[in-house]
């Protein structure tokens, strides 16, 4: 063809190629019409220059471009109208009825409406609106309310309508097996679906399968059977042959669909929310697969279905794979198959069942592997079996009916069995029946809870039939050996309904050890019983046993209700030797030489007539007439009685008690190894059968005397040397009672437990009594002499810890009102029969091994409180006393902690403290001889300081402080300093001579008030004083020293004025009783130079040996004794008037002693002696010796000259203790020894007649 020849064309102006003449504006309007007008020409007459193809071409396109556009525009407005909703094309409906009428010949599909719409995965698709198809005959053999169908798009652009995927939305389908008319299956009368009805491609939720039920009269009625089989196979063989369309149908498919299955007369429904149905056809075979979802009450399985229709063997092959299936869920839908319902256990299975053209079964293989769960026939067992793994091979002969097993596993824990076998129908019988046999390859059992090592299996075998229209199995042999062990069972087991089920096992098994009977015994047979036996059974062997179990309907008269609810008979018979069993898990092994074991339903008894117990080293208890009884194994909490008789060593005894936690093991105080003694009792231990037993569980009725009580060695500082407790044990009461010597001492036990209905247990603390004097308390080791004098009740209470797996408590509690009690370094003292209190708690430290808690002394005058550190040697490593109150003023802080070198460092501090008690023991120490001994180890140092120290005649020393070291029994170091009102100081001082004596030196800048202060003498004024106290005496109940004081007054003293007075010749009596009330006081004051006056204190005596006081006007000498204890003073000496002038002859020797005395105090001296009571004494003058010659003087004295302190007679509470009545003994007297001899302060007044 010719091509326009374009070169030959004119070529146009550049205004013409442009357009851009300007032309006038009056023409403007015509003359651009004419221009287009000539383009359009010009165009057209090119355009007619163009070869014939293209102009016809162009003309094709100018026809049809309208169409296209509107149709894309109509495709557009089509799918935005889709993304609102569904439309109706009504128009496709016909089209589509013949595509589907085409692919399934022979059937003719009618629909009332084509909608299309959106599917689920976002792809277009018709839903067509009562679907149902016809035979020739106008019967409909499938309906359907709604269908979704997706069209071939290949052959849509062919301007054919072919499916290629066709699903049935929520129809009902029945499917019917029977063995005379093989696999068939029906839909429902569709239910009309109002046009205004929104549809959906599936339901939002899936159905749960329901319940199986009886057909009801409301199901709807069924169309026309399918014979399912036949049906397929002819529709592959026209697909293959493609005699209809060309087979382009793929895909059927149910969405949300009910399917009614029929199972030989059986009738179930499930939901099924998916199954979808590939179609692949070829020339010899046809393959349809397909997959299903289905609901169910164990949770959703899936199903995976190939079918293969063979040409050439004219065969049906249906390949199934199920996967999460539990087969219990079919065994409840189907009553025929109530046997699946046992099997609670997840399945994966793979099925290959080839079926006939005719529908029939030809033959099967099978897959079958399971996982972790349990086989539970319900009321036919007590208990459900666990099953880890299986995996079994099955294969079924339609042709011979056989079935036969593979070798195939099966493992549960650590056991596992290979078993092979097979089963075969019975024809002989009236009854569908098939007999079985299995028969083990290889295998092992095991208890692996009870840490039994797997048990090689010798041989199992198992014989019987099963009869699937009466659920029933009969068991006519099940025999297994291992071990050694033989077991032999036989029965009958029905499943189904609990009204009609039951199970009937008898068997015996022989000889075995424990071992391979934990292993051998079933989970599923009395499993509370095997429970006990696997975790108590130690060792042993197990002779000879035999067992029935009766269940449901096989169940006698006798039965009680089962786990299940279902009437159970258990009857169970063990004999054993050499048994070793552990009534208590972690307990002492009990050990018999022969046992029964018996059990009826939920009935254990175990019975031997003797056994022992070991209680590791301490030693074997001797039981006898032991009975192991438990009344309900079955109970959620079962209880167990353990009685006996027991004859045995303390020792062991208590150790197999703290092993079978029948008691607190934290609450005995003394461990069972290190006690002696002999048990007889007859006791009945009640306790509940529980992995871990608390004592408070534990409940233990008896009696039982224990004597002979010994500690093999000292617990602590104790020893028991002998004692006897009786103890008694009641429902609701338990006591002990008895009497222990302690280190020589009698104490009382008592121990109290009480268990009221319906409220916790109340346990009083065992407690120990005694009533303790000094001899008792150091026998015990608890010397406290220092503080405590005469008899204390005290009581030990031993209690229960509070927090478990602690300590137990130890409270300590002394009544002190009997006794005396003093705090000797403060001079503080409790007499006799006030009232005192002293406790504290024993605890295991957490800085020291023991401390005392909450250690309070109370009393009338007395209130401390603090804790105590104890040492693994009982010394007191540490103590501390926050608040100790003392008269109600004194008001102290006192600590100490031992130190290195076992120096124990103290210190108090206070704002008050009141002295008197203190300064008054400073001469009445010492009242008695003791006897200490001599600590050489060890010492003290003290700090103590104190605001105020309140002291006599209301004088205080202010600013107290002391340091004070002492080494054994000697003080090391003194330092002691206070301030008197007015700045006066008085400060003491620890001074060591060479010759290695100490004394201490106390030195005052005002002695007057320091007398005063510590109540020596209050009538003194000023003066410079110092005393020496010599430490270092000839005994350490007596101290020496010297006092001296200068430039002094005495001011308004009574006696002084008495003694002056006589001695002048003035009212006063000459000899005679002048007493301290009768006098008359006048306000003298005296001045004095020096006074020397040395003294010796001790046994609560102040002695004064040659002293003299010198002044201008008054002079004297004395001597004589001070007796604090008994309030008694007996002081002598010479009175010298005008001493400056009197002795002026004193000095010149031998003249002077003569004239002046052998003191040389003064030539005129009159003697004088004051006697009698302390508070109110007698004033003797002698007149007579104011002549005498000074030589001559010493025979007028009235004082003995012995001045020396006298040891006192001992009082009953400080008699010896070979002499003494002990307190914790009963009666005896005390006889008073015989006076010391010698001069006594007690000096009888001289009589006038005298």
């Given at each position: 063809?010719?091509?326009?020849?374009?070169?030959?064309?004119?070529?146009?102006?550049?205004?013409?190629?442009?357009?851009?003449?300007?032309?006038?504006?009056?023409?403007?309007?015509?003359?651009?019409?004419?221009?287009?007008?000539?383009?359009?020409?010009?165009?057209?007459?090119?355009?007619?220059?163009?070869?014939?193809?293209?102009?016809?071409?162009?003309?094709?396109?100018?026809?049809?471009?309208?169409?296209?556009?509107?149709?894309?525009?109509?495709?557009?407005?089509?799918?935005?109208?889709?993304?609102?909703?569904?439309?109706?094309?009504?128009?496709?409906?016909?089209?589509?009825?013949?595509?589907?009428?085409?692919?399934?010949?022979?059937?003719?599909?009618?629909?009332?409406?084509?909608?299309?719409?959106?599917?689920?995965?976002?792809?277009?698709?018709?839903?067509?609106?009562?679907?149902?198809?016809?035979?020739?005959?106008?019967?409909?053999?499938?309906?359907?309310?709604?269908?979704?169908?997706?069209?071939?798009?290949?052959?849509?652009?062919?301007?054919?309508?072919?499916?290629?995927?066709?699903?049935?939305?929520?129809?009902?389908?029945?499917?019917?097996?029977?063995?005379?008319?093989?696999?068939?299956?029906?839909?429902?009368?569709?239910?009309?679906?109002?046009?205004?009805?929104?549809?959906?491609?599936?339901?939002?939720?899936?159905?749960?399968?329901?319940?199986?039920?009886?057909?009801?009269?409301?199901?709807?009625?069924?169309?026309?059977?399918?014979?399912?089989?036949?049906?397929?196979?002819?529709?592959?063989?026209?697909?293959?042959?493609?005699?209809?369309?060309?087979?382009?149908?793929?895909?059927?498919?149910?969405?949300?669909?009910?399917?009614?299955?029929?199972?030989?007369?059986?009738r179930s429904s499930w939901k099924v929310a998916e199954l979808a149905l590939d179609l692949d056809h070829k020339r010899r075979r046809s393959?349809?697969?397909?997959?299903?979802?289905?609901?169910?009450?164990?949770?959703?399985?899936?199903?995976?279905?190939?079918?293969?229709?063979?040409?050439?063997?004219?065969?049906?092959?249906?390949?199934?794979?199920?996967?999460?299936?539990?087969?219990?869920?079919?065994?409840?839908?189907?009553?025929?198959?109530?046997?699946?319902?046992?099997?609670?256990?997840?399945?994966?299975?793979?099925?290959?069942?080839?079926?006939?053209?005719?529908?029939?079964?030809?033959?099967?293989?099978?897959?079958?592997?399971?996982?972790?769960?349990?086989?539970?026939?319900?009321?036919?067992?007590?208990?459900?079996?666990?099953?880890?793994?299986?995996?079994?091979?099955?294969?079924?002969?339609?042709?011979?009916?056989?079935?036969?097993?593979?070798?195939?596993?099966?493992?549960?824990?650590?056991?596992?069995?290979?078993?092979?076998?097979?089963?075969?129908?019975?024809?002989?019988?009236?009854?569908?029946?098939?007999?079985?046999?299995?028969?083990?390859?290889?295998?092992?059992?095991?208890?692996?809870?009870?840490?039994?090592?797997?048990?090689?299996?010798?041989?199992?075998?198992?014989?019987?039939?099963?009869?699937?229209?009466?659920?029933?199995?009969?068991?006519?042999?099940?025999?297994?050996?291992?071990?050694?062990?033989?077991?032999?069972?036989?029965?009958?087991?029905?499943?189904?309904?609990?009204?009609?089920?039951?199970s009937r096992i008898d068997g015996q098994f022989g000889p075995g050890n424990a071992d391979v009977v934990k292993a051998f015994w079933p989970?599923?047979?009395?499993?509370?019983?095997?429970?006990?036996?696997?975790?108590?059974?130690?060792?042993?062997?197990?002779?000879?046993?035999?067992?029935?179990?009766?269940?449901?309907?096989?169940?006698?008269?006798?039965?009680?209700?089962?786990?299940?609810?279902?009437?159970?008979?258990?009857?169970?018979?063990?004999?054993?030797?050499?048994?070793?069993?552990?009534?208590?898990?972690?307990?002492?092994?009990?050990?018999?030489?022969?046992?029964?074991?018996?059990?009826?339903?939920?009935?254990?008894?175990?019975?031997?007539?003797?056994?022992?117990?070991?209680?590791?080293?301490?030693?074997?208890?001797?039981?006898?007439?032991?009975?192991?009884?438990?009344?309900?194994?079955?109970?959620?909490?079962?209880?167990?009685?353990?009685?006996?008789?027991?004859?045995?060593?303390?020792?062991?005894?208590?150790?197999?008690?703290?092993?079978?936690?029948?008691?607190?093991?934290?609450?005995?105080?003394?461990?069972?190894?290190?006690?002696?003694?002999?048990?007889?009792?007859?006791?009945?231990?009640?306790?509940?059968?529980?992995?871990?037993?608390?004592?408070?569980?534990?409940?233990?009725?008896?009696?039982?005397?224990?004597?002979?009580?010994?500690?093999?060695?000292?617990?602590?500082?104790?020893?028991?040397?002998?004692?006897?407790?009786?103890?008694?044990?009641?429902?609701?009461?338990?006591?002990?009672?008895?009497?222990?010597?302690?280190?020589?001492?009698?104490?009382?036990?008592?121990?109290?437990?009480?268990?009221?209905?319906?409220?916790?247990?109340?346990?009083?603390?065992?407690?120990?009594?005694?009533?303790?004097?000094?001899?008792?308390?150091?026998?015990?080791?608890?010397?406290?002499?220092?503080?405590?004098?005469?008899?204390?009740?005290?009581?030990?209470?031993?209690?229960?810890?509070?927090?478990?797996?602690?300590?137990?408590?130890?409270?300590?509690?002394?009544?002190?009102?009997?006794?005396?009690?003093?705090?000797?370094?403060?001079?503080?003292?409790?007499?006799?029969?006030?009232?005192?209190?002293?406790?504290?708690?024993?605890?295991?430290?957490?800085?020291?091994?023991?401390?005392?808690?909450?250690?309070?002394?109370?009393?009338?005058?007395?209130?401390?409180?603090?804790?105590?550190?104890?040492?693994?040697?009982?010394?007191?490593?540490?103590?501390?006393?926050?608040?100790?109150?003392?008269?109600?003023?004194?008001?102290?802080?006192?600590?100490?902690?031992?130190?290195?070198?076992?120096?124990?460092?103290?210190?108090?501090?206070?704002?008050?403290?009141?002295?008197?008690?203190?300064?008054?023991?400073?001469?009445?120490?010492?009242?008695?001889?003791?006897?200490?001994?001599?600590?050489?180890?060890?010492?003290?140092?003290?700090?103590?300081?104190?605001?105020?120290?309140?002291?006599?005649?209301?004088?205080?020393?202010?600013?107290?402080?002391?340091?004070?070291?002492?080494?054994?029994?000697?003080?090391?170091?003194?330092?002691?300093?206070?301030?008197?009102?007015?700045?006066?100081?008085?400060?003491?001082?620890?001074?060591?001579?060479?010759?290695?004596?100490?004394?201490?030196?106390?030195?005052?800048?005002?002695?007057?008030?320091?007398?005063?202060?510590?109540?020596?003498?209050?009538?003194?004024?000023?003066?410079?004083?110092?005393?020496?106290?010599?430490?270092?005496?000839?005994?350490?109940?007596?101290?020496?020293?010297?006092?001296?004081?200068?430039?002094?007054?005495?001011?308004?003293?009574?006696?002084?004025?008495?003694?002056?007075?006589?001695?002048?010749?003035?009212?006063?009596?000459?000899?005679?009783?002048?007493?301290?009330?009768?006098?008359?006081?006048?306000?003298?004051?005296?001045?004095?130079?020096?006074?020397?006056?040395?003294?010796?204190?001790?046994?609560?005596?102040?002695?004064?040996?040659?002293?003299?006081?010198?002044?201008?006007?008054?002079?004297?000498?004395?001597?004589?004794?001070?007796?604090?204890?008994?309030?008694?003073?007996?002081?002598?000496?010479?009175?010298?008037?005008?001493q400056g002038l009197n002795n002026a002859l004193g000095g010149i020797p031998v003249l002077g002693q003569i004239l002046s005395g052998p003191?040389?105090?003064?030539?005129?001296?009159?003697?004088?002696?004051?006697?009698?009571?302390?508070?109110?004494?007698?004033?003797?003058?002698?007149?007579?010796?104011?002549?005498?010659?000074?030589?001559?003087?010493?025979?007028?004295?009235?004082?003995?000259?012995?001045?020396?302190?006298?040891?006192?007679?001992?009082?009953?509470?400080?008699?010896?203790?070979?002499?003494?009545?002990?307190?914790?003994?009963?009666?005896?007297?005390?006889?008073?020894?015989?006076?010391?001899?010698?001069?006594?302060?007690?000096?009888?007044?001289?009589?006038?007649?005298?």
């Open positions: 063809m010719d091509r326009p020849n374009w070169t030959e064309q004119q070529p146009r102006t550049a205004a013409q190629r442009t357009g851009r003449t300007r032309p006038s504006a009056s023409s403007h309007g015509s003359e651009s019409a004419a221009r287009l007008g000539a383009q359009g020409r010009r165009r057209w007459r090119d355009s007619e220059q163009w070869p014939a193809p293209a102009r016809l071409a162009g003309r094709i396109l100018m026809w049809f471009a309208p169409i296209v556009i509107l149709s894309v525009l109509a495709l557009i407005v089509l799918y935005v109208r889709l993304l609102q909703g569904p439309v109706s094309l009504k128009v496709m409906a016909g089209p589509i009825e013949r595509g589907i009428s085409a692919e399934l010949q022979g059937l003719t599909a009618k629909v009332d409406d084509a909608i299309l719409q959106r599917g689920p995965g976002g792809e277009f698709e018709f839903q067509l609106r009562n679907l149902r198809l016809f035979e020739a005959d106008g019967s409909v053999v499938a309906s359907a309310p709604v269908a979704g169908v997706a069209l071939d798009l290949a052959q849509l652009m062919m301007f054919t309508v072919a499916p290629r995927r066709v699903d049935l939305i929520e129809p009902r389908v029945s499917v019917v097996y029977s063995e005379r008319d093989g696999l068939s299956l029906s839909f429902s009368e569709p239910v009309a679906v109002a046009p205004d009805t929104p549809l959906s491609a599936a339901p939002d939720k899936p159905t749960v399968a329901e319940v199986p039920a009886a057909p009801s009269a409301a199901v709807p009625s069924m169309l026309r059977k399918l014979d399912l089989a036949r049906v397929i196979s002819e529709y592959s063989a026209r697909a293959r042959r493609q005699q209809d369309a060309s087979s382009n149908l793929a895909q059927v498919g149910f969405r949300n669909a009910t399917v009614d299955i029929d199972y030989e007369g059986r393959v349809i697969s397909g997959v299903a979802r289905i609901e169910s009450d164990r949770g959703p399985w899936t199903l995976s279905l190939l079918t293969e229709d063979s040409e050439k063997s004219g065969t049906l092959t249906l390949k199934a794979s199920v996967r999460d299936l539990v087969p219990s869920v079919l065994g409840r839908a189907f009553p025929n198959m109530a046997l699946l319902r046992a099997l609670d256990l997840p399945t994966a299975a793979n099925a290959a069942i080839r079926f006939r053209t005719t529908g029939e079964v030809n033959g099967a293989d099978f897959a079958v592997e399971t996982s972790r769960g349990l086989i539970d026939f319900g009321s036919a067992m007590s208990a459900p079996m666990l099953v880890d793994a299986g995996l079994f091979n099955i294969n079924y002969d339609a042709a011979t009916e056989k079935v036969t097993l593979a070798p195939s596993t099966v493992r549960w824990g650590d056991s596992t069995v290979t078993l092979t076998g097979g089963a075969v129908r019975e024809t002989a019988t009236d009854i569908s029946s098939w007999a079985f046999n299995v028969r083990s390859v290889s295998g092992s059992l095991a208890a692996e809870e009870f840490k039994v090592a797997p048990v090689p299996l010798d041989s199992f075998a198992i014989d019987g039939r099963i009869i699937p229209a009466t659920n029933r199995i009969e068991f006519s042999n099940i025999a297994a050996e291992a071990g050694g062990a033989r077991v032999v069972f036989a029965g009958d087991v029905i499943a189904g309904d609990a009204a009609s089920a039951g989970r599923m047979m009395a499993p509370r019983a095997r429970q006990w036996v696997g975790e108590h059974l130690v060792s042993g062997l197990l002779q000879q046993g035999t067992m029935q179990f009766r269940s449901g309907v096989f169940a006698g008269p006798d039965a009680v209700k089962g786990s299940h609810g279902v009437p159970e008979t258990i009857v169970l018979d063990l004999n054993g030797q050499s048994v070793n069993l552990q009534p208590v898990k972690e307990g002492p092994v009990m050990t018999a030489p022969a046992i029964a074991v018996s059990m009826r339903n939920q009935v254990l008894q175990i019975t031997s007539g003797e056994a022992t117990i070991g209680a590791g080293g301490v030693g074997n208890v001797a039981l006898r007439q032991v009975r192991f009884y438990v009344a309900d194994v079955d109970a959620p909490i079962a209880e167990a009685e353990l009685s006996f008789k027991v004859q045995s060593a303390l020792g062991p005894a208590l150790e197999a008690v703290r092993q079978m936690k029948l008691m607190n093991p934290d609450s005995m105080t003394v461990p069972p190894d290190k006690i002696q003694g002999k048990l007889d009792g007859d006791f009945a231990i009640r306790l509940p059968l529980l992995p871990e037993i608390e004592a408070d569980t534990v409940a233990v009725v008896g009696r039982a005397k224990i004597s002979d009580i010994k500690t093999k060695e000292k617990i602590g500082i104790l020893a028991v040397q002998s004692g006897t407790v009786d103890v008694t044990f009641a429902p609701n009461e338990a006591t002990a009672k008895g009497e222990l010597i302690l280190n020589g001492v009698l104490a009382k036990l008592d121990w109290r437990r009480q268990t009221p209905l319906g409220a916790d247990p109340i346990t009083s603390p065992l407690t120990l009594t005694a009533n303790l004097d000094n001899a008792d308390r150091r026998q015990l080791g608890i010397d406290v002499s220092d503080f405590i004098d005469g008899d204390t009740p005290a009581t030990v209470a031993f209690g229960e810890p509070v927090v478990e797996g602690a300590a137990g408590s130890v409270r300590v509690i002394a009544d002190l009102s009997p006794a005396e009690f003093s705090i000797s370094p403060l001079a503080w003292k409790k007499p006799r029969g006030r009232p005192g209190r002293l406790e504290f708690e024993v605890v295991p430290g957490t800085v020291h091994k023991t401390e005392l808690r909450n250690f309070k002394i109370s009393g009338e005058a007395i209130a401390a409180e603090g804790w105590v550190g104890l040492s693994a040697d009982q010394k007191v490593q540490e103590f501390d006393f926050p608040a100790v109150s003392l008269d109600t003023v004194s008001r102290l802080k006192i600590n100490g902690k031992r130190g290195a070198r076992d120096i124990v460092d103290v210190r108090a501090s206070g704002s008050t403290f009141d002295g008197r008690n203190f300064f008054r023991s400073l001469f009445t120490s010492g009242g008695t001889a003791s006897q200490k001994i001599a600590n050489k180890k060890g010492g003290v140092d003290v700090t103590v300081a104190i605001d105020n120290v309140i002291g006599f005649s209301d004088t205080n020393l202010r600013d107290f402080s002391l340091k004070m070291s002492r080494r054994g029994d000697e003080m090391t170091a003194l330092d002691a300093r206070g301030k008197f009102e007015g700045g006066k100081a008085l400060i003491a001082i620890l001074q060591a001579e060479t010759n290695g004596t100490r004394k201490i030196i106390s030195d005052t800048t005002d002695a007057g008030q320091t007398l005063r202060l510590v109540g020596f003498y209050p009538n003194m004024q000023g003066g410079r004083g110092r005393i020496d106290v010599y430490l270092d005496g000839k005994d350490a109940e007596q101290t020496a020293g010297v006092l001296i004081i200068e430039d002094f007054k005495v001011l308004g003293d009574p006696i002084v004025s008495e003694v002056v007075s006589s001695g002048s010749g003035g009212d006063g009596p000459a000899i005679g009783a002048s007493t301290y009330g009768q006098r008359k006081v006048v306000r003298e004051v005296f001045e004095f130079d020096r006074m020397r006056l040395p003294f010796t204190v001790g046994y609560g005596q102040f002695a004064i040996d040659d002293s003299y006081l010198r002044g201008p006007l008054l002079g004297a000498t004395m001597r004589g004794k001070v007796d604090y204890t008994a309030q008694k003073v007996n002081l002598g000496g010479t009175y010298i008037p005008l003191r040389g105090e003064g030539i005129f001296g009159i003697t004088f002696a004051v006697q009698g009571a302390m508070a109110n004494p007698q004033v003797v003058v002698n007149p007579l010796s104011l002549v005498a010659p000074g030589i001559f003087r010493e025979m007028f004295q009235m004082t003995n000259p012995n001045t020396s302190v006298q040891p006192r007679a001992p009082s009953p509470a400080n008699v010896p203790i070979d002499k003494r009545v002990r307190a914790s003994s009963s009666g005896g007297a005390y006889e008073a020894p015989e006076t010391v001899d010698g001069w006594s302060s007690d000096t009888v007044v001289p009589s006038k007649k005298n």
